[in-house]
T-cell receptor
Framework: DSGVTQTPKHLITATGQRVTLRCSPRSGDLSVYWYQQSLDQGLQFLIQYYNGEERAKGNILERFSAQQFPDLHSELNLSSLELGDSALYFC???????????FGSGTRLTVV | DQQVKQNSPSLSVQEGRISILNCDYTNSMFDYFLWYKKYPAEGPTFLISISSIKDKNEDGRFTVFLNKSAKHLSLHIVPSQPGDSAVYFCAASEGFGNEKLTFGTGTRLTIIP
């Protein structure tokens, strides 16, 4: 157990729908990151939050949004889902001294 | 634009031998590099890192080498063990403290008993 909790582990939904992925960071970590891994692709950076504030943004689609709540958990909202959004979505967290992320085990999203 | 490249999708190595995984990058602003290891159905786990002020960092059986002029880094595993079979991702950031990581596509390492 890495200490980063992602729910749900698996999600199957239809095109056009909206889903919410949830992440609880490791205790004490203020930064949360979201990454997307599509088939045969590396992990693509989506967005970073630090202590509730957006800190960095990657190639995140406008249909996607995220937030970090006062208790530091984060949610990634994906709307108007398309088949191409099927992927593994990873959340990671880090503390004040960055030596690398701690990743959760991911949410596998399948859009049918 | 793939700024971090792992050109070998897979690698098979005999148990006990050396495994060498390679990674190239194009962004000259990258100066902190990391390797992550990923087992199926798990998230990536941090393995080892290196700052651009060094050309080598060692941790037990794992050594990372950095060649800044060639924009190349490699991960050496000696000796290789069956538990090392996993997908290995190379990642880079623009400075320690710049926490956005750019990942390569990964190399699947298989250790043959």
């Amino acid at each position: 157990d890495s200490g980063v909790t992602q729910t749900p582990k698996h999600l199957i939904t239809a095109t056009g729908q909206r889903v919410t992925l949830r992440c609880s960071p490791r205790s004490g970590d203020l930064s949360v990151y979201w990454y997307q891994q599509s088939l045969d692709q590396g992990l693509q950076f989506l967005i970073q939050y630090y202590n509730g504030e957006e800190r960095a943004k990657g190639n995140i689609l406008e249909r996607f949004s995220a937030q970090q709540f006062p208790d530091l958990h984060s949610e990634l909202n994906l709307s108007s889902l398309e088949l191409g959004d099927s992927a593994l979505y990873f959340c990671a967290s880090s503390g004040g001294d960055f030596y690398g992320y701690t990743f959760g085990s991911g949410t596998r999203l399948t859009v049918v | 634009d793939q700024q971090v490249k792992q050109n070998s999708p897979s690698l098979s190595v005999q148990e006990g031998r050396i495994s060498i995984l390679n990674c190239d990058y194009t962004n000259s602003m990258f100066d902190y590099f990391l390797w992550y290891k990923k087992y199926p159905a798990e998230g990536p786990t941090f393995l080892i890192s290196i700052s651009s002020i060094k050309d080598k960092n060692e941790d037990g059986r794992f050594t990372v080498f950095l060649n800044k002029s060639a924009k190349h880094l490699s991960l050496h595993i000696v000796p290789s063990q069956p538990g090392d079979s996993a997908v290995y991702f190379c990642a880079a950031s623009e400075g320690f403290g710049n926490e956005k990581l750019t990942f390569g596509t990964g190399t699947r390492l298989t250790i043959i008993p």
